[in-house]
């Protein structure tokens, strides 16, 4: 009997090209992952004089790769994926949206087999974080194929050790005034073309066809924050700046052009401190994007 594979040991690394060698970026991942392809067997379903279904008049189908992997935000890891994010690359620490995405590989070795996705594209992005812990990303993940190597063929790499951002190193600013939050979501959800088959069994390509950013946060009800209530249709812009306490010359910004929240009333959930959820679209503003991001480091 052979000892079974243990998550622990499994490895992530990125690229924009093969070979995967070692100028490939290592990526720690926090378990689950769930990056698989799912392959459709599709069947004739004729009449055959029986109710039987026939293995032999079976075909393999469209094949379809798709999942999620959750990542504590860092200044290397940041610089790798949000152009990939984004759309656009760095311009002196600063990712900008664009209309398009570019796409790029990612290898996993799950121990029995190490397996290659290409044709990557992130279908969401949400950064999150709850009092009292890190600034996660979780990322949702299109590709359009899967391929398998052996065992033991994982390019030997480093495993990333630069401090993560903590939610505690967050300053939000709504409606010109900074903001007490016990957690918030920011999700940059990159909709995708995800049936692009063609004339093929995998996904010909994975276009960007639309973009939404949204802000969800959570305050103390409160006399400072009751403008936060009805506010103008335009709304207003906002930031969200993370200082790592620890490398205070990593600063990730998240500038917001234009927040739009619908009007929402807070009520007594029970006899404890009276909430303020908040919900808002993120927007542009004239000219300006919607959502401009800046990963500043030494």
């Known amino acids: 009997m052979t000892t079974p594979e243990i998550g622990t040991f499994g490895l992530i690394a990125f690229d924009t090209a093969l070979p995967f060698d070692a100028n490939s970026i290592p990526i720690e991942i926090i378990l689950p992952e769930s990056l698989v392809e799912t392959a459709e067997i599709i069947e004739t379903n004729g009449m055959t004089g029986t109710t039987d279904h026939n293995k032999e008049r079976t075909r393999e189908g469209l094949k379809r790769v798709s999942g999620s992997i959750k990542i504590a935000c860092s200044r290397i890891v940041l610089d790798t ?33 190490v397996y290659t996705y290409s044709g990557c594209r992130i279908s969401k992005a949400t950064f999150n974080g709850t009092k009292g812990d890190f600034l996660f990303l979780d990322l949702e993940i299109e590709a359009e194929t899967e391929t398998v190597g052996n065992a033991g063929t994982f390019t030997p790499l480093t495993a990333p050790t630069e401090k993560p951002f903590l939610m505690a190193d967050g300053v939000l600013t709504l409606q010109a005034a900074t903001r007490s939050f016990e957690n918030f979501s920011l999700t940059i959800e990159n909709r995708l073309n995800t049936e692009l088959f063609e004339n093929g069994l995998t996904r010909h390509d994975i276009p960007l066809i639309d973009r939404v950013v949204t802000l969800a946060t959570d305050h103390p009800w409160d006399t400072d924050n009751t403008d936060l209530v009805r506010q103008d249709l335009d709304g207003a812009a906002g930031t969200l700046v993370f200082t790592n306490a620890e490398v205070i010359t990593d600063v990730l910004t998240f500038e917001m052009a234009a927040i739009q929240y619908a009007n929402i009333t807070p009520s007594m959930g029970g006899k404890d401190v009276i909430r303020l959820p908040l919900q808002g679209m993120v927007r542009s503003s004239g000219t300006t994007k919607s959502l401009i991001v800046t990963n500043a480091h030494a």
């Not at 990939?84 to 087999?113: H, Q, S, W």
């Open 81 to 113: 994926l949000l152009p990939y994010i984004c759309g656009t690359a760095e311009a002196t620490n600063v990712f900008a949206l664009a209309d398009t995405l570019p796409e790029f590989l990612l290898m996993i070795d799950r121990g029995a087999k």
